[in-house]
């Protein structure tokens, strides 16, 4: 299993991925396994944003 690291998270473009990520519902692709998302941010409330 794999991790994933995203960097910009709290970004217009990092947030749109972060969002896709998680709300992944596309049968017709396939991501590898993972077993955590880690999203970097810069602040403490970006991270509560996030």
């Known amino acids: 299993m794999?991790?994933?690291l995203l960097a910009g998270a709290s970004g217009y473009?990092?947030?749109?991925?972060?969002?896709?990520?998680?709300n992944f519902?596309?049968?017709s692709m396939e991501l590898p396994a993972y077993d955590t998302i880690?999203?970097?941010v810069r602040s403490d409330a970006q991270a509560q944003a996030v």
Do not use: F, V
């Open 2 to 4: 794999h991790n994933i």
């Open 38 to 40: 880690y999203a970097l």
């Open 13 to 22: 473009l990092g947030g749109s991925i972060l969002a896709q990520l998680h």
């Open 25 to 27: 519902i596309d049968d």
